[in-house]
């Protein structure tokens, strides 16, 4: 007897459709899975076998041969396990033909019997509905990540048997009521600007980048506050819109990393690795892709901390994924691409031992050493970074003062609405803030006065600038103009741009 059951495969954070197709010939019992099927899925073999027994049906000893539709594209992961079976009890008579023809069926078997929960669900939930499906089958534990889909009838099964049950029409299991999701679920940030005393530079630098998409080191000794600062970034970027949320939720679905009871991701991502980290990791990629660093950051702040140490090699394979947005990992059969999206936020010490330039520490490198400690991040990566400061250590005074500091939503408001007017005037050239603005669209949105023009030429000259800073220059200009509501780039906004320059002042030119 033959059967069909449909299922789901990934390709990057693309469902695509797999027919499982299952026949039950006469023969030498056997249990064959065809179709280029990796190993997790060749070894859905004994969980199947294992999964039926312990459900209290038969497995049949007979010929099975499964086929995985289409053939030419490999197939990973664990979701394949419930559809197989089902295929195998149709065919075998346990449940009734065509029963299945309107549903998508994913799910993990346990021995026992039981459904565990799959990664990637919410990409696959997404592709069922355009697919064209009606009703899905999920396994419990995914049902609260596949809720926010609309249009689609979801099931979610818990045992083997249970689904069984459904399909014989005996005890139907109930569709999952569809989630909304409400403003109130979001910004809950566990960091704060109000937790950070004084450092009102610094900040002011950091509500700028947020401002304009633009990214930014600091260079400052241990315990300045960097990493501190880096962590409240997230919170004063805009909200994430709803699609952005889904973007977001699709690759920690992807990877397995949805927590249980959260539907979807509304905060904005903050990544952090370590300067141990592989390139594969950082970028993605494996014998099995699977989305790196720069992804789980999409639409968020990837953190550098102590940059200098990165190996110079992991630093270049960012450039690419900065440049376009999205990380592409070529496999031997196909190519494929995740979306990273980030504010890429650095942190480095002035130099190895951390402590140059710092009045309160005995510090025994000269200056040469120093900015051949900066000097390593000169290159490609630089260049992609607009903003650069210093953040000296937090003053006594500030640490003890009981004044208020501005909280992360106050600054936000400001944020939000330098992003409105970047949003309107950029409509029609196709970019959402000034960190993306290019060479022509600088000359043709970045107007100066007559001011502005003198001090961008005098500092040119005196700081010896190269044509690169006065282009971030410019960006930033734009960007604090924005906070002020200015159309006009005033000559303030120059040169509080130019302070924004430290490494080229001192060590780049
Ligand atoms: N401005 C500040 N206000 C309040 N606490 C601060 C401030 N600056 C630093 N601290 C305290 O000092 C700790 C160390 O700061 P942080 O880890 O951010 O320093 P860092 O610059 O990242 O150092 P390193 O170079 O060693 O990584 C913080 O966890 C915080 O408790
Ligand atoms: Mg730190």
Do not use: W
């Not at 080191?217 to 962590?231: D, E, H, N, R």
């Not at 989305?291 to 968020?300: F, I, K, M, N």
């Not at 890429?344 to 951390?354: F, H, R, S």
């Amino acid at each position: 007897m033959f059967s069909k059951v449909f299922t789901c495969a990934l390709n990057g954070l693309d469902g695509y459709l797999v027919q499982v197709e299952a026949d039950i010939s006469n023969g030498i019992p056997a249990f064959d899975i065809v179709g280029l099927a990796g190993t997790p899925v060749k070894e859905a073999r004994e969980r199947v076998k294992a999964a039926i027994n312990n459900s209290g049906y038969r497995f049949p000893m007979r010929r099975i041969t499964i086929n995985l539709a289409p053939a030419d594209t490999r197939k990973d992961g664990s979701g394949f396990d419930l559809p197989v079976a089902l295929g195998v009890l149709i065919s075998a008579g346990e449940i009734p033909q065509n029963s299945l023809d309107e549903y998508m069926v994913i799910g993990e078997l346990a021995l026992d019997g039981s459904i565990r929960r799959c990664s990637g669900l919410l990409c696959k939930a997404i592709a069922a509905r355009e697919l064209g499906f009606k009703k899905l089958m999920v396994p419990f534990d995914n049902s609260s990540e596949v809720s926010v889909v609309k249009e689609l009838e979801i099931y979610p099964v818990g045992k083997l048997s249970d689904a069984v049950n459904h399909f014989r029409g005996n005890n139907p299991i109930e569709v999952l009521p569809p989630k909304e999701i409400s403003i109130s679920q979001r910004n809950v940030y566990q960091y704060d600007f109000a937790d950070v005393k004084g450092q009102k530079n610094a900040k002011r630098a950091l509500e700028v980048a947020a401002s304009g998409g633009h990214n930014l080191i600091m260079i400052g000794s241990p315990g300045s506050g960097k990493t501190m600062l880096a962590k409240r970034l997230p919170s004063i970027l805009p909200d994430l819109t709803f699609d952005e949320s889904l973007e977001v939720t699709k690759i920690y679905s992807v990877l397995g990393l949805m927590p249980k009871d959260s539907p979807i991701i509304t905060e904005r991502p903050f990544r952090a690795p370590h300067h141990t980290v592989s390139s594969v990791s950082l970028v993605g990629g494996g014998s099995n892709p699977k989305p790196g660093e720069v992804s789980l950051a999409h639409h968020g702040v990837l953190f550098l901390d102590e940059i200098p140490e990165f190996p110079r090699r992991n630093l270049d394979v960012l450039r690419q994924p900065i440049e376009d947005g999205i990380a592409n990992i070529s496999r031997i059969n196909a190519t494929v691409t995740y979306p990273c999206r980030f504010m890429l936020v650095a942190a480095a010490n002035p130099c190895k031992c951390g402590y140059y330039g710092d009045p309160t520490r005995v510090c025994n490198c000269t200056f040469r050493d120093a900015e051949n400690y900066l000097a390593r991040l000169s290159g490609p990566l630089m260049d992609r970074i607009d903003i650069q400061i210093r953040v000296p250590a937090v003053k006594y005074d500030d640490l003890e003062n009981d004044r208020k500091e501005e909280s992360s939503e106050e600054i936000k408001k400001r944020v939000n609405k330098a992003r409105k007017i970047q949003h309107e005037r950029y409509k029609k050239v196709g970019i959402y803030c000034n960190a993306h603005l290019s060479g022509p669209m600088l000359r043709e949105f970045c107007k100066l006065d007559k001011d502005s023009k003198k001090l961008l030429r005098a500092s040119f000259d005196k700081l010896n600038l190269s044509a690169r800073a006065h282009d971030r220059i410019l960006k930033v200009a734009r960007t604090i103009a924005d906070l002020e509501e200015s159309e006009i780039i005033h000559s303030r906004y120059i040169s509080e741009a130019i302070q924004y320059r430290t490494l080229d002042r001192t060590i780049r030119g």
